[in-house]
């Protein structure tokens, strides 16, 4: 199982706590109106999906039901870290190296 960081709590807790909210920093279109449809769909529909280290949003639903952001490794599933949503995202490149 699992152990996932909440920043806003500060504890470690299993998975079973969080729910998995998709991939973080997708920005918003300004003025959805003005957009085209492909941006539109892109915006909704279209993610990265890497395999490797990726930004994603987490909620802690059984705690304190804050989104949260975090940086997890799609193919070993570790966690480098979780930081509260608005925070600027972490340097990969910083993370790996730190990790290691
Ligand atoms: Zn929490």
Not at 59 to 68: E, N, P, V
Request: proline share 6%; glycine share 4%; hydrophobic share 35%.
């Amino acid at each position: 199982m699992l152990h996932i960081h909440c920043p806003y709590c500060n504890e470690t807790l299993p998975e079973a706590e969080f729910a998995h909210a998709g991939e973080a920093h997708v920005a918003r279109p300004e003025t959805p109106s003005e957009v085209s449809d492909e941006a539109w769909r892109d915006f909704l529909f279209i993610r990265e999906n890497v395999r490797g280290l990726t930004y994603e949003r987490w909620r802690h639903i059984h705690g304190c039901g804050r989104f949260f952001n975090a940086v997890r490794h799609t193919v070993t599933d570790r966690f480098l870290t979780t930081y509260k949503a608005g925070e600027p995202r972490p340097d990969l490149d910083k993370l790996q190296e730190a990790d290691q």
